[in-house]
Structures are given as structure tokens and as C-alpha cells.
């Protein structure tokens, strides 16, 4: 026997493995699933037609493929929603929009929240608690860099006048409107109608008083404000995607202290204000648009009248709340 022979008598002997195939299924019989809520790997899904709910679980092939709340995904296997069945859910269709936030101004990592939505509804309480302008800046580029419409909802306006906050946020032309405790909410409604609408806000703004009062048995939790904190306590602890009965979808999300930028792009951002973009094109090149950036077109049109200065100004509050920065004109609105 030779020596290869007599090693090889000591060498594992190799599984033996189906060949691999390039074809893949089809899927061709997959119903189309809107993904409402996720917990614990387990997803919850609206399929159209029978307006049933079905359970699925993320297929293999999908690997680290993400799905999130929102996603329009195909269902595989018993997509029945009788009780007890479990779906799989094998091909996520590709997204219009996409709502995304790092976890800090320093953290690149994109953590994706909503996917689909066309409305981010910004929620603020005019008082108790006191409105956050930073967070409300933060959130408006989120909505400009996912290329969704944003849209101011004033809480509590029976407690204090909302003129003084929405006079920061008019010469960016955000739309807004304004309720009251127990209030008519027929103007939200119109904002909402027909739409998928994300609502947005830091804890202890009503936003679960909201969905509560547009959607009769919703049944959200509702929270309190800690009188020595100023601030709400977690009521909502899932995004959740709920139905309107006049049409459309409006997704709760959990109370939110902080929105990380750091994957906004500037550039991305000055585009979803298309008078400045347009003057932005005579900036040297790797203008940031700020208040220091030598040369830049926007403070020449200011100065020559052909562009609004109030309108940069607020832009430019912008930039400065991505880069984790605070201007004077917003801390002054900051809670003490």
C-alpha cells in the first residue's frame, strides 16, 4: 500500500450533497402582502382580496434582506389567515418611498423604519409637553430626503396659541393643521384621506389620542406627561400599519427623543426645494449651503432679491439640525 493510500484511509469521508440547480421557483400562484406590523420575526399582513390578515415568517433565500413595516411582499404557502397557518413571504417589491433614520448623528448605519408611505404627519403638542423644534426640523428632512410630503398636526391648541411655531415653519410652506382635546378632527381627515400617512412624535403628543379618535376601536394605549420631566412616557412600542374608514392608511409609530441624519445627504436634501435648487447650481463646486460657506449662490440671490431670506434661513436650519448643530432662532424654542 502506498503512503497516499494509507493516509487517505484516515481522512473524513465527504458529504454527499444534492447539485446545486439555477432554477429558482416562481412563485407564480404568491399572493401580494402588505406588511401592518412585525413581532418577534413574525409578520403580520393585509392581503387584498378578502381583506384577511395572514402571518408569515421571512423565507430563507431572502437572507439579511430586510422587511419592514409597510413593504408590499409576495406570500408563499398557506396565505389562508386561518388561525394557526403560516405563510412565507419570498419576494419584497421594490419600495417608492423610504423612511430611515441613524441611530445617532455620528452612526452612518441606515436603520429603515416605514417603507411605502407618501405622508409623514409630524405630531406636536403646542404645550404639555412644550414643542421641540430641533426634533420637528429633524423630522422634515427625513420626510424631504424620503421624498415624502410632510405635514404639521398641532395637538392641544386649546392650551396655547400655535401661531408662534407655525410662524417658524411657513416660509419652508410646510402644510399644517391644528386640533384640540376631544376636538373635531374633520380637517385631519381630509389631510389623510386616500393616503399612507406615518405618524411621527416625540411621547406624550396624542398621537395613539389621534388614531384613537380617527379610528373608532383602534383602542391605542394613551400615555400621560410626567409633570416633572415635561415629557411623555412610551405608549406605542410597535409601528403599526391601521386602515381609515374613508380610505387610506395612517402607521402608528412608538414615541421618538432622538432621529439620527448622518446618512442624509445635503445635496439630496437642498432638491426638495426646487426654487433653491435651481439658485444652488451657481455654487462652487462642494458648496455646503451654509451660513459659512464662502460664495455661496444663495446668499448672492438674497442679496439681489431673488430668493426669499427667511426661506434660506429656515433651510439652513435644516442643515444645521442633520449635522447635530442648533441655531439660535431654534434653541430659543428648546424647553428649558
Not at 106 to 128: C, F, G, S, T
Not at 157 to 182: C, F, K, N
Request: net charge negative; charged share 30%.
Amino acid at each position: 500500500m502506498s503512503r497516499y493510500d494509507e493516509e487517505a484511509r484516515y481522512d473524513r469521508p465527504k458529504r454527499r450533497t444534492r447539485p446545486r440547480t439555477k432554477d429558482r421557483p416562481s412563485y407564480d400562484d404568491a399572493v401580494t402582502g402588505f406588511v401592518i406590523t412585525r413581532d418577534r420575526g413574525r409578520y403580520t399582513c393585509w392581503v387584498e382580496p378578502g381583506d384577511r390578515v395572514v402571518t408569515a415568517m421571512k423565507a430563507r433565500q431572502l437572507g439579511r434582506k430586510g422587511v419592514i413595516v409597510g413593504d408590499q411582499v409576495k406570500l408563499d404557502g398557506d396565505a389562508s389567515g386561518d388561525e394557526g397557518t403560516l405563510a412565507r413571504i419570498v419576494e419584497v417589491l421594490p419600495r417608492t418611498t423610504l423612511l430611515r433614520r441613524s441611530a445617532d448623528d455620528d452612526d452612518p448605519v441606515e436603520r429603515p423604519l416605514v417603507a411605502n408611505a407618501d405622508q409623514l404627519v409630524i405630531v406636536v403638542a403646542v404645550a404639555n409637553p412644550e414643542p421641540r423644534t430641533g426634533l420637528i426640523d429633524r423630522f422634515l428632512v427625513a420626510a424631504y430626503d424620503a421624498g415624502m410630503r410632510p405635514l404639521l398636526c398641532l395637538t392641544k391648541t386649546d392650551l396655547a396659541d400655535p401661531d408662534p411655531l407655525l410662524s417658524i415653519y411657513r416660509p419652508l410652506g410646510v402644510e399644517s393643521v391644528a386640533t384640540q382635546q376631544g376636538g373635531d378632527l374633520s380637517a385631519l381627515r381630509e389631510q389623510l384621506d386616500n393616503r399612507t400617512s406615518v405618524l411621527v412624535g416625540h411621547s406624550g403628543v396624542g398621537k395613539s389620542t389621534l388614531v384613537n379618535g380617527l379610528i373608532p376601536g383602534a383602542d391605542r394605549a394613551i400615555g400621560v406627561v410626567n409633570e416633572v420631566t415635561g415629557r411623555g412616557r412610551h405608549t406605542s412600542v410597535t409601528a403599526l400599519v391601521l386602515r381609515l374608514p374613508a380610505g387610506g392608511w395612517i402607521i402608528d409609530t412608538p414615541g421618538i427623543r432622538s432621529f439620527g441624519l448622518a446618512h442624509v445627504d445635503p445635496d439630496h436634501l437642498i432638491h426638495a426645494f426646487p426654487d433653491l435648487a435651481e439658485i444652488s447650481e451657481d455654487c462652487p463646486r462642494g458648496c455646503t449651503h451654509t451660513e459659512s460657506a464662502p460664495d455661496c449662490a444663495l446668499d448672492e440671490a438674497v442679496s439681489e432679491g431673488r430668493a426669499d431670506a427667511d426661506r434660506v434661513a429656515s433651510f439652513r436650519r435644516l442643515l444645521a439640525s442633520r449635522e447635530g448643530r442648533t441655531t439660535t432662532a431654534v434653541a430659543e424654542q428648546e424647553p428649558t
